[in-house]
């Protein structure tokens, strides 16, 4: 190269580097400056149809936005009662109309409507589903002529045993239209999810429980499974069973009562690290479920479908494991890749590869990892990643 060539190469790119700060990085941490952009409890991160990168932080209530580089930008919906604001932040979830405007959902006990924003971050306006029963949004995701396919799941009221309750969790998955009505009823099941000493509260969560997991797929219809096959199930938007799509996924394990115990002995463990009274007087009821209501451990904790149509499935991971698997498939099933990942929360997007792990003082950590070509050679990326 000629000098004077040279000298015009470094001179553009420090004129880059100057502008972009994140410039040529492979993969960067998101919200790791103190101050109103920080991130202290992300649960989800999406790209944005503005190409901005928008993280909900439970911490505050708040869904951040971040340009592409990672730089922070400003910040959606905030703690409080009112439309546009965040009641209950644990089990919120969001994501983008068609038109491109913001939406988000909140759990059992939280606000019982689909609140849309404008991308500035003015409330536009809210979608209640038309439902007597107490009950939460687990996710949704919307439809062009304004409705949405919604997962809800209701409260119950407990089973007695002879010295616990066992509390049941219905889900289904369900049609709306633009006014929150019900079009129709997509899938529906009900499952014991927590035991209590108590009929009215103070409840532990129960291990294996089968999986309510979903994605939209092509064509008017869902992929669904419940984690207790290898194979996926795609309904229409009627409810109506269409195919199964068969992959490569493992066959569900059977629980065993080494895994029973392995499950208490953790749960003790965090119940107790966060609150010793609590446990003594509420969680030691735990060690009155020494057999699994389920025979089999799901093999499936989650389904997305990525920007190429390609299905993103994510495994579970037991409590001896430090790592859990993703699988890569062709919507006909075909497995293009799979990794082991000591992480969760993975989400690919046009532009970028999401993840969260955990710190050694358990802080969680969001990565962006900037894709560079195709999604099985970005997917596969991840292992090289030091982070």
Known sequence: MKK?????????????????????????????????????????????????????????SYIKVYSPEGKYLRRIGGRGQGPGEFQRADGASFGFMPDGKPYFAEFIRGHRWITLMELSGEFY????????????????????DGGFLVHISYTSRPERKKDYFLYK??????????????????????????????????????????????????????????????????????????????????????????????????????????DKYWYSRWGKVIEKYKKSLYEKRPNLSGISITPAGNLLISGTRSYEEEETNYWLFEENGKTLAQISLDGWNLRISEHFIFFMTSDEDENILAHCLRRTGKEKEDFLRIKDLEF
């Not at 306006?125 to 062009?144: M, R």
């Not at 003790?268 to 966060?274: A, D, G, M, N, V």
């Open 4 to 60: 004077a060539n040279f000298f015009i190469y470094i001179f553009f790119m420090f004129f880059l580097f100057a502008i972009h700060p994140s410039f040529g990085e492979e993969s960067f941490r998101l919200g790791k400056k103190e101050g109103i952009g920080f991130l202290v409890y992300p649960r989800q991160i999406e790209e944005g149809p503005d190409g901005n990168i928008y993280a909900f932080d439970s911490s505050d």
């Open 125 to 144: 306006k809210v979608v209640t589903p038309e439902i007597s029963n107490e009950f939460g949004i687990n996710s949704a995701f919307p439809l062009k």
């Open 169 to 274: 969790s219905p889900d289904a998955l369900v049609r709306i239209n633009s006014n929150g009505k019900i079009i129709s009823e997509i899938v529906k099941m009900e499952y014991f999810t927590m035991i209590s000493s108590v009929g009215d509260g103070a409840t532990s969560g129960l291990p294996f429980i089968p999986a309510f997991t979903w994605t939209p797929f092509k064509k008017n219809t869902v992929i669904f499974s419940d984690g207790r096959s290898k194979n996926l199930k795609v309904y229409n938007y009627d409810g109506e069973l269409i195919r199964e799509i068969e992959t490569t996924l493992p066959e569900p394990e059977r629980v065993t009562k080494k895994d029973i115990n392995a499950w208490r002995e953790r749960r003790k463990e965090l119940l107790t690290e966060r």
